[in-house]
């Protein structure tokens, strides 16, 4: 296998030629290290075992600046964020495909660090990267590098989660503090001139799932990305019919993500999280699955914030004073993409 000796991306490494082969097979198969991935044929084959269950998968794809950020990057992202939707989903994930989309004038450097940061979240996920396929566009057409992905695990075929199982008084917990990723990615940019020690939350969530469906009272799971808390609360409203009430005192925020949303007008509801479970789940056991959530690592902060009803008339924010703020639906982008 020939390393690829380049120190930056150039639209050759994308022509299909002699350089491409070194940049997949010198670099991207060489960081992934993973002998799984077949760079010699158009499909690879997997296996899995559907006996017992059912074959889930989804698709995703990734975009952030800058493309590391304190607590993770885009490589880390890509794999914590593919992996999360098949575990809300109550999935276990298997395997990864992997797109990239290069710009020509990348540090060769820099793409391998995202590539080996890729790999280690892929192997503590569990997960194999199996396939992928490789772009490279004209400078100024990129933000260095997109990545995208496409996730496939399986889910016991005796676990059943929708909109369909929630029921009134079911209750709402949260994993962990809301609005870390958003506000570490922005710190980063320092567009405002402001700096700050707040990193993202991005993380597997496998651990919290996993917990979560051993309980027969689990309704629903989702993580709460773009659009943060608030938006999740809104889809659980417009799909079920039902009130959502959270209580702010239970909202678990860190003091330094409240500084700067309120410093510069946001409101840490709406911004994206990447290692964060919203789990509804029946009223007699959401005191139990807190519990054992909050002896998980990374799980003391995880709460239990509210409750669905029929007398909202949507989603209420039951204020530390007592009083009522109704959280609208997102309609402009509080902050650029990030995730």
């Known amino acids: 296998m020939t390393k690829l000796t380049d120190t930056h991306i150039s639209l050759a490494h994308g022509n ?67 992996v999360n939707d098949l575990a809300v989903s109550g999935a276990t994930p298997h395997y990864l495909s992997l797109n990239l989309f290069i710009e020509e004038g990348l540090e060769v450097s820099l793409l391998q660090r995202l590539l080996c940061s890729l790999a280690k979240a892929a192997g503590e996920a569990g997960v194999k990267i199996a396939c992928g396929d490789t772009k490279v566009v004209p400078r100024g057409e990129g933000s260095g590098v997109y990545f995208a992905t496409t996730g496939v695990g399986l889910r ?80 659980l409203h417009r799909a079920t019919g039902l009130g959502v009430r959270v209580y702010e005192p239970q909202l678990p925020i860190r003091d330094q993500v409240k500084t700067v949303c309120e410093m ?54 039951e204020t530390e004073l007592g009083g009522e703020r109704v959280l609208e639906e997102l309609e402009d982008d509080p902050l650029p993409r990030i995730c």
């Open 16 to 82: 299909g030629g002699r350089l491409m082969r070194e940049l997949i097979e010198g670099l991207i198969a060489d960081s992934l290290g993973d002998r799984l991935l077949d760079i010699e044929n158009d499909a690879a084959r997997i296996d899995l075992d559907q006996r017992d269950a059912e074959l889930l998968i989804t698709t995703d794809g990734f975009t952030v600046k800058p493309l590391e950020f304190p607590g993770g990057d885009i490589g880390s992202l890509a794999v914590h964020g593919t």
């Open 156 to 235: 016991p075929k005796s676990l059943q989660l929708g909109f369909s199982h929630i029921q009134p008084d079911d209750r709402i917990l949260v994993s962990g503090p809301i609005g870390d990723h958003g506000i570490a990615v922005m710190l980063a940019r320092e567009q405002f001139g402001l700096r700050g020690d707040v990193r993202s939350d991005a993380a597997s969530v496998l651990a919290f799932t996993r917990t979560a469906s051993e309980f027969s009272g689990l309704r629903y799971m989702r993580d709460p990305t773009r659009g943060g808390l608030a938006t999740v609360l809104h889809e």
């Open 264 to 317: 510069l007008g946001y409101d840490p509801h709406y911004l994206a999280c990447e290692g964060r479970v919203v789990a509804i789940i029946a009223a007699d056991q959401a005191d139990s699955l807190l519990q054992r959530w909050q002896q998980l690592p990374n799980g003391g902060r995880a709460a239990l914030i509210g409750q669905l009803n029929r007398h909202d008339t949507g989603v209420v924010l």
